[in-house]
C-alpha cells in the first residue's frame, strides 16, 4: 500500500505563488507516474500536472503550462508542484495521485489508484 499526504496549500492573492508537496510513503515515489490534478466546486477533477517514474518526462495542462512545475525529490520520497502567476481560476482542491499505468495514460484520473486527501488552494483579492 502507498499513503499520500499532500500539504502546502492556502491562500494566496492574484499573481502570488505556492509550493505543494505530496509525501509518499510505503512505497518509493520512482516506482510510480505521479501526477496532480484538482477539483472546484461543482467541477469535475482535472488534470494539471504529472511526472514519470524516473523524473524525466513531465506533460502539464495547458491552463498551468510555463507557470507550474512539477518535480519529484527521491531523498525525502516526496513529489512537489510549484505554482507561480497563481490567478482565480486556479482556486481548487489539489490532489496528488500515483499509479503504475503506462506514461499514455497519464491524464486520466480513473487510472490512479492512491490518492492523498487534497489541500485546499484559494487565489483571491
Known amino acids: 500500500q502507498m499513503q499520500l499526504v499532500e500539504s502546502g496549500g492556502g491562500l494566496v492573492q492574484p499573481g502570488g505563488s505556492l509550493r505543494l508537496s505530496c509525501a509518499a510513503s510505503?512505497?518509493?515515489?520512482?516506482?510510480?507516474?505521479m501526477a496532480w490534478f484538482r477539483q472546484a466546486p461543482g467541477k469535475e477533477r482535472e488534470f494539471v500536472a504529472a511526472?514519470?517514474?524516473?523524473?524525466?518526462?513531465?506533460d502539464y495542462a495547458v491552463s498551468v503550462k510555463g507557470r507550474f512545475t512539477v518535480s519529484k525529490d527521491r531523498a525525502k520520497n516526496t513529489m512537489s508542484l510549484q505554482m507561480n502567476g497563481l490567478n482565480p481560476d486556479d482556486t481548487a482542491v489539489y490532489f496528488c495521485?500515483?499509479?503504475?499505468?503506462?506514461?499514455?495514460?497519464?491524464?486520466?484520473?480513473?487510472?490512479?489508484?492512491?490518492w492523498g486527501q487534497g489541500t485546499q488552494v484559494t487565489v483571491s483579492s
Open positions: 511526472i514519470s517514474r524516473n523524473g524525466g518526462s513531465t
Open positions: 510505503g512505497r518509493d515515489v520512482t516506482n510510480y507516474v
Open positions: 495521485g500515483a499509479t503504475t499505468v503506462v506514461w499514455g495514460s497519464r491524464r486520466q484520473s480513473d487510472v490512479y489508484y492512491y
